[in-house]
């Protein structure tokens, strides 16, 4: 069904959506956590198998699981295996020389430069991740004008053990894998969209016209967008002044063929594991997000509502020509639509014009899972140079997204950002970092469901007489006992939450802030770190 307000609205919504958004609108910082935990509950898993040195407590407890299934002592051994591979990959890390003043840093470094200890001719992005000696933040060789090294850095709490040394002398393996495992929500590039709206409305003669009743229709129109949905509200300061040349002068400024946020590079990093209706035909195994039927029963709520209003007015499509994820989301080994060589059933191939001709709001999106697997298809394309470790970040961000109830079922909303937000800000509690009895619970419950995950991709290797990683089964499976778990404590996906959000975001946050939402955050977090634990040591397996 069509639905239409008058142009001087759809321009006015056509700019908030071009407009950039200045908030990293993602939980990279969670990411880049649950990578460097798994990683070290890796390596704790490796020093106990080689009988080295850790809190007596750490070892105590993983010599109890041992001992309560003896399986644990292939499962050791095998982590003993995997730790030294990682740690040999190329951390393919840039070289930011942005200066750290902090006087921390400074005294560490000697300098206000980091200062990485390279031997010539050895450049730091060949460098091997076991000989990084810095700690870099989420926003490191992004352009971004502080310093990005974390001078916070610190192991979580008992894992401290099994790291020592001073702030340049520890293993910065994990660190630097969760830097990447962070990465794939900075590829503004993977979505390249256009405004029909906008191409329309840079027309000569309708500029003209919308500069007449421009003035008075804004202020009614900001009023509306920003109540509504945060992002409308980037353009308003420069609307409300109530000048139509003001407008113009932005409308005309917009790039229409060509709008690029990273508020769009989420669009592929959802997959939806409701049952799935007869129609829409889906485009891969599990289908990926698709506005008209987000949320946990495929009833959207006022957020998707809006974003689905406001993109349908603006003429919002995806420029396939210049959009990597068409064409990277796509997973086909083999055959379209058929079993792929991953005994997963690959998508089915769109042409330009069918990824092109509906609005955003209509339009099936790319599953989180085929950007897990074509970040390992990638990998294992360039194992040994500096772009393998950035790759396989794109499988432990998937397993990051899959461990989220509402990636898991695709919204957008139902209290999508107030409940990765409110995760962010206990993590420590969740992971029990502050004191040494409840982090020993939480490394316990990671590896014995890391165990669980293992045996899983050792199943599949069985069956199907492979060292292969079955990356998309993985990440499916993930996925799946999120939505099962989420749906199973209703009060979960909140769609009040995210509407509060815009106005008060503390107060929308504090609604995750209890003990029945702490219960089910950690438990989600504790499967997905421990999910990529267990690929951690299977992609180290693979042969050549």
């Known amino acids: 069904m069509p639905r239409r307000l008058s142009r001087l609205i759809a321009a006015t919504l056509s700019v908030t959506l071009a407009a950039p958004w200045t908030a990293y609108a993602h939980n990279e910082s969670v990411h880049q956590r649950m990578t460097d935990y798994a990683y070290h509950v890796l390596l704790a898993g490796s020093k106990f198998s080689k009988g080295q040195r850790m809190s007596g407590r750490l070892h105590s407890m993983l010599e109890q699981l041992e001992k309560a299934d003896p399986a644990l002592k292939t499962f050791f051994a095998d982590a003993a295996v995997a730790v030294p591979r990682l740690r040999a990959l190329k951390s393919g890390l840039p070289n930011d020389a942005t200066p750290c003043i902090d006087s921390f840093l400074i005294a560490e470094m000697g300098g206000p430069l980091p200062n990485w200890k390279l031997l010539a001719p050895l450049t730091l992005e060949e460098m091997a991740m076991g000989g990084v000696r810095l700690p870099v933040g989420i926003h490191y060789g992004y352009g971004v004008p502080v310093c ?15 790291n020592t040394g001073g702030f340049t002398g520890r293993d910065y393996t994990g660190n630097t894998l969760g830097y990447w495992a962070a990465s794939p929500d900075k590829e503004t590039k993977d979505w390249i969209l256009r405004s029909t709206t906008l191409e329309t409305l840079q027309n000569p003669v309708i500029l003209s016209q919308i500069a007449v009743a421009t003035s008075v229709a804004v202020a009614s129109v900001c009023l509306l967008a920003c109540s509504l949905f945060p992002p409308a509200c980037a353009a308003c300061p420069f609307l409300g002044v109530g000048a139509g040349g003001i407008v113009i002068d932005e409308i005309t400024s917009i790039d229409a063929d060509s709008l690029e946020s990273e508020d769009y590079v989420g669009f ?29 029963s ?45 005994f997963h059933r690959n998508s089915i191939t769109r042409t330009a014009a069918q990824w092109e001709t509906s609005t955003i709001p209509g339009l099936q999106l790319t599953a989180v899972d085929n950007l897990g697997m074509f970040g390992y298809q990638e990998a294992k394309a360039n194992r040994g140079t500096a772009l393998e470790a950035k790759r396989i970040g794109w499988p432990l961000h998937a397993l990051g997204d899959a461990s989220v109830p509402m990636h898991a079922v695709g919204a957008s909303g139902y209290g999508h950002r107030p409940y990765e937000d409110s995760v962010e800000m206990v993590y420590d509690n969740l992971v029990g970092s502050a004191t040494v009895a409840a982090s020993v619970v939480t490394v316990g419950e990671v590896v014995k469901r890391a165990f669980k995950w293992r045996k899983f991709i050792q199943s599949w290797r069985a069956a199907h007489g492979t060292t292969e990683v079955p990356v998309r089964d993985l990440i499916t499976a993930v996925a799946a006992e999120a939505r099962t778990k989420a749906t199973a404590q ?55």
């Open 298 to 342: 495929g009833v959207t709520d006022v957020t998707e509502d809006l974003v689905i209003l406001l993109f349908d007015l603006g003429g919002i499509h995806v420029n396939h020509a210049e959009s990597q994820a068409p064409k990277n989301y796509e997973i086909v080994l083999g055959a379209s639509g058929t079993t792929g060589d991953d």
């Open 490 to 544: 209703p009060a979960v996906f909140q769609a009040l939450q995210s509407v509060i959000y815009i106005a008060d975001q503390d107060a929308a946050i504090s609604a995750y802030d209890n003990a029945t939402m702490a219960a089910i955050q950690r438990d989600l977090l504790i499967e997905g770190i421990a999910a990529e634990m267990a690929f951690l040591m299977a992609v180290t397996e693979v042969a050549p």
């Open 148 to 162: 990005a090294i974390n001078a916070a850095y610190s192991s979580s709490g008992v894992l401290a053990s099994v």
């Open 268 to 296: 592929g990093h959802f997959i939806d594991m409701k049952p799935t209706p007869a129609f829409p035909p889906a485009f891969d195994e599990k289908p990926a997000k698709l506005m008209e039927r987000a949320g946990p």
